[in-house]
């Protein structure tokens, strides 16, 4: 257990290495047309793969509140029926859960009463965020997609709730699957817990989940990545921290200024990889345009 002084100590350390401390697109400057010029010689095979969940809509122990999905006008029309009809349906999500596939926005969080840069958060009110929305990832996230896989390191199918990835675990993934994590990549931490909801059943992940450790935070800040994300939450459950229940999403989002992207899935992607003996590819990721949003339901592709 971290304790909460090891935490705060870490917190100024990493802040410290920001760039740009005002906040803005935070980690995403990092992406310059030169590094999605780079990124786009990945392509050889030309497959692509969704890192992105089915959006569940049926409650389950991990997703009390699924997304909601009704049709607004079902086509009337029979075999019979001549003319024009239109089928239409309505969404919603409560897009912050421990199910679907999200994109967390800079001012997700708010530690000490600012968002990321120092921002006050008194710029979060009833009608949506008036600053780091995820408005500012509306360009897309688009960059050289680093997939680093722990339970395959590990030689496990999955790590078990409450286990974490620490930065040495990060560097020995990289020796293994000979890949090196750089300036401007969208990292992507496999934990498993995608393959273990499938095969065991979901549970409440809310309160116990495989994560990263917070002092793995190091690798990223270190490495210059621009947004990370994890199959999981990227936070362990129970928190690794005294008196901090998310501290990955505080040193992240708060601190680095790092888009985080949860609850992906890497089950599609890790067959290519191996099939094509490398973890590096162009990675597209596209939030919906909601100027005033925390975050957004995402489904990023994979180019190889």
Do not use: K
């Not at 980690?27 to 010689?41: C, D, W």
């Amino acid at each position: 257990m971290q304790s909460r002084i090891e935490f705060t100590a870490l917190y100024e350390r990493l802040r410290a290495q920001v760039a740009d401390p005002s906040g803005g697109r935070g980690a995403l400057a990092g992406i310059t047309p030169e590094t999605v010029r780079a990124a786009a010689a990945e392509v050889r095979s030309g497959r692509t793969v969704t890192l992105a969940s089915p959006v569940e809509t049926r409650p389950a122990p991990d997703n009390p509140h699924p997304a909601v999905h009704r049709m607004t006008s079902p086509p009337e029309a029979t075999a019979d029926d001549t003319g024009l009809h239109f089928a239409t349906d309505r969404f919603a999500m409560h897009v912050h859960g421990d199910a679907d596939s999200h994109l967390d926005a800079l001012c997700h969080v708010v530690y000490d009463g600012t968002l990321h840069g120092g921002i006050p958060a008194a710029g979060i009110t009833d009608d949506g965020a008036t600053a780091l929305s995820v408005e500012q990832a509306r360009d897309g996230i688009v960059g050289r997609g680093v997939l680093l896989d722990i339970p395959r390191l590990r030689e496990v199918p999955w790590l078990e709730p409450g286990d974490h990835v620490s930065a040495d675990d990060l560097v020995a993934a990289e020796r293994a699957q000979q890949v090196r994590v750089g300036p401007g990549d969208l990292l992507f931490v496999r934990v498993g817990h995608r393959r273990r909801r499938a095969e065991t059943g979901p549970w409440d992940a809310a309160h116990s989940r495989a994560g990263l450790h917070p002092s793995a935070m190091e690798f990223p800040a270190a490495r210059g990545v621009a947004a990370l994300g994890s199959d999981g939450n990227n936070d362990t459950a129970p928190s690794l921290t005294d008196g901090v229940d998310f501290p990955v999403h505080v040193l992240a989002i708060h601190a680095l200024g790092l888009h985080l992207l949860d609850y992906l899935q890497f089950e599609d992607l890790v067959p290519l990889c191996e099939r094509e003996h490398r973890w590096s590819f162009l990675c597209v990721i596209a939030p919906l345009r909601l100027p005033a949003a925390t975050g957004s339901p995402v489904n990023p592709i994979a180019i190889l």
